[in-house]
């Protein structure tokens, strides 16, 4: 068996190879092969569903269960949605070729920025096979080649979806080799493939906090970190309570496992023995367990303690601590020092702790009487997304299709020199 | 002594602090900023030269000498130079606060999408005490706060030259923490610089390929890179050839020793009897070294031969490599195996040939009948540069004072929820 490197290079050197033959391909081209994309999956279902079936077993052999076993399921409804996404990307308009500024240098030399795909684009991904497709969509309408690499648990699904895709692709007239699912998942391949400088322009890490971390730490290629989501929603003494209550119900258990959903309730103590009481009540109505520091308590004597640590913490969970603070200044000292860049929100219908909050507060998304769940390439207007950034270099925030691409210069002479 | 990390988790802290009072910081202040810094190394000539002439000195007992030596060298134009410079970038306008995209979501939200410093601004750079300077000017019109980490030669000058600029930022009324020149120029510093997560928002390395190597391996931290310019001159079939004469020379003498300088000459077979015994004797006259392939040796006999390895080298002198290609097809091929993707130049005065090279090139700039060496954020316009970018992430190119700054957005809801 040939060592990794080997092996990631080889699949590197054919993703560039493709990547050439995707990057002059016309907009309608690309739209042409994810439909045919979608159409292959579609009539694969069969071979997934076996596929998929193998993948469960084994998982289950190895005591895999739960909401984890779930996540690598794929059912008939399940696929409809890996077509039905497909398509949606096919339809987006293409990013690639826009002039993203142009004017003409002193000399008279006209000067081009025009917007260009990345190149290679990996994705490492845990256990949801329908990543396989929603990446390679994403990668492929935005010109780039895409190196998938997804867990070993699902390696066999991963693989009858990318046959299907590849295969969608030849019918389309663009190379195959545009996505590659990667076979080799031992840790010695990721390594490989984390620090394939030659052939990988962008690797976007796509799962837990401990993929995140292993990325962060070990990849030396170009990196956008999807990263955790400790956002808080700050009601101010100037806050529409029904607002209020409404903004951090949706924000806690609309969708609780996700990155934009809040973890934290930050409460001006000048509302604190209207509001808590209230929202307590509200948040434990709809299955939340409540935590709250001593002011809280002492407010709402039922709730539980809060740790030091867990101001850090992103429970993904039913679960959320409450703190009382002093104003705006209070609510943005707190989250300067345990926010971690990804969504804040205010309650307020005051004009001037608005401006302050959004001032003083550095986050990828700030909300004003809004909640933290709309942070989301969908919500945004982008269509579709591949991870939302919570680093600050290339792209912030929701990443669509633009955050695939990169810009280059052109510049048009008449035998200028120096 | 405390440890590297430690100290360099300080100046992090301090750089983080200074970081939100410039982020708030008005262009106005900012300016104004900018002058009282300029106005500051000014009025701070005697001391400047005064730790120039110990580090001159600790440098020529230590064997220092010749372009390097030189290199360190504050000289009272010099620092006329420095003092121009700032005022110079006082007077850019101010890239933070601008909208790049605002639009209003179905549900009604308003979305804003604008221009943010990137907080803390790290630079790693060898020997120039100018670059302290241009540096800490850039960051701080940006409204970043600057960590500048120069060689063990330079400390001195370099320290300098910081007390001037953060006294100029205290007359202004803005922190002098602002700009920090880090006392430890260890390695193990360097290496706390590279992996400082929690502070450092964007690394930039100015200096050799040593440095920019072990910044690319080692650095945890957001980083762009400023790399190599292995930069080629393609002449076509249908080139005019004087045009193609005064592009090469310019190319390759103007100034050898920079990345956008050209380091290898790609002729058409079909040309090349006639090109290239003209462009040897014209390259020779200014001083070049020039080497030919074989097919090139063939028509002019006094030319070296060319390593196999040098097709990958960048000379960064008085040094040109020939090779005779077939058509633009052959130039494409050429540059996709040996370029590094900084500037690609095509000589020509054929529709299709131009169109084919700029279409099969993949490079931050692209130059149509117009010398390599307008790759620079000067002659671009931006007014000044932090680097050339050769990566593809965050920015590609001549680096200005946008490429210090983020996007972020802010939605203004009434209330809204998912």
Request: charged share 25%.
């Amino acid at each position: 068996m040939p060592d990794p490197v080997t092996t990631i290079s080889a699949y590197g050197a054919r993703a560039r190879e493709a990547s050439r033959a995707l990057a002059g391909a016309t907009a309608a081209a690309k739209s042409a092969a994810l439909e045919a994309m979608a159409a292959a999956v579609d009539g694969a279902r069969a071979a997934l569903l076996e596929a998929n079936a193998h993948d469960m077993e084994q998982a289950a052999a190895e005591g895999v269960s739960g909401a984890l076993a779930d996540r690598q399921l794929l059912t008939d409804e399940r696929i409809d949605g890996i077509v039905g996404g497909l398509r949606k990307v096919a339809a987006l308009p293409d990013p690639v070729g826009a002039e993203t500024g142009g004017w003409r240098l002193p000399n008279g030399i006209r000067l081009q920025r025009m917007r260009v795909p990345l190149g290679v684009v990996a994705v490492i991904y845990e256990a949801r096979p329908n990543v396989t497709a929603d990446a390679a969509g994403l990668c492929v309408k935005s010109g780039n080649a895409a190196l998938l690499r997804g867990s070993s648990y699902t390696l066999r699904s991963n693989l009858a979806v990318g046959a299907a895709l590849r295969a969608g692709l030849e019918e389309a007239g663009l190379p195959a080799d545009a996505v590659q699912v990667i076979e080799d998942v031992t840790r010695e391949g990721a390594t490989a493939l984390l620090t394939a400088t030659e052939w990988v322009d962008l690797l976007v890490p796509r799962g837990g906090p401990g993929l995140i971390r292993a990325v962060a730490e070990d990849a030396t290629v170009p990196v956008v970190i999807d990263g955790a989501g400790n956002c808080h929603v700050y009601v101010d003494a100037a806050a529409d309570l029904d607002d209020a209550e409404a903004i951090t119900i949706n924000a806690k258990v609309q969708r609780p496992g996700v990155c934009n959903a809040a973890e934290k309730l930050l409460v001006d103590r000048s509302v604190a023995d209207e509001f808590l009481p209230r929202i307590a009540a509200a948040l434990a109505g709809h299955g939340v367990e409540v935590r709250g520091d001593d002011a809280a308590r002492a407010i709402v004597p039922g709730l539980a303690p809060v740790a030091d640590e867990e101001w850090d913490r992103e429970y993904l969970d039913l679960v959320m601590a409450v703190k009382v603070v002093d104003g705006v200044g209070g609510a943005i000292e707190h989250i300067r020092r345990h926010g971690t860049g990804h969504t804040e929100a205010i309650v307020t219908n005051d004009y001037a702790a608005a401006q302050r909050f959004v001032a003083g507060v550095d986050a990828a998304a700030t909300m004003v009487n809004a909640s933290t769940r709309f942070t989301d390439g969908e919500e945004f207007g982008f269509g579709a997304e591949i991870g939302i950034s919570t680093q600050k270099l290339h792209v912030r925030g929701p990443m669509g299709l633009e955050a695939l691409t990169t810009e280059r210069y052109v510049l048009w002479g008449d035998g200028h020199v120096r």
